[in-house]
C-alpha cells in the first residue's frame, strides 16, 4: 500500500512558477514509476508528466515539455512538478499517481494522491 499526499498548488500569474509535491508512505515508494496528471473543469484527466523509479527516466506531455520537470527525492518518499513559464491552460487538478511501470495512462496507475488545485491568471 502507497498513500499519496499533494501539495504545493495555489494562485499565479501567468509566466510564474509553482512546484509541486507528493509525499508518499511506504517502505515501497522506491520501487514505484510515479505520475502527474491533470483535470481541468469539464475537460477529462490528462497525463502531464512521469518518472521511473531510480529517476534516470523522465517522460512529459507536450503541452508541457520545456516547461515542466518532474524529479523525485526517493530518500525522502517524495516526487515534484516544477511547473515554470505557467500558462492560463495549465489551470487544474493536479494529482501524482504511483504504478509499477511507467504509463502514460492513468488507468494503470494503482495509488492516487487527493489533487491540489492550480490555477493561472492571465
Known amino acids: 500500500q502507497v498513500q499519496l499526499v499533494n501539495s504545493g498548488g495555489g494562485l499565479v500569474q501567468a509566466g510564474g512558477s509553482l512546484r509541486l509535491s507528493c509525499a508518499a508512505s511506504?517502505?515501497?515508494?522506491?520501487?514505484?514509476?510515479m505520475g502527474w496528471f491533470r483535470q481541468a473543469p469539464g475537460k477529462e484527466r490528462e497525463f502531464v508528466a512521469a518518472i521511473s523509479w531510480n529517476g534516470r527516466s523522465t517522460y512529459y506531455a507536450d503541452s508541457v515539455k520545456g516547461r515542466f520537470t518532474i524529479s523525485r527525492d526517493n530518500a525522502k518518499n517524495t516526487v515534484y512538478l516544477q511547473m515554470n513559464s505557467l500558462k492560463p491552460e495549465d489551470t487544474a487538478v493536479y494529482y501524482c499517481a504511483a504504478a509499477k511501470r511507467v504509463y502514460s495512462s492513468g488507468d494503470e496507475y494503482d495509488y492516487w494522491g487527493q489533487g491540489t488545485q492550480v490555477t493561472v491568471s492571465s
Open positions: 511506504g517502505r515501497t515508494f522506491s520501487t514505484y514509476a
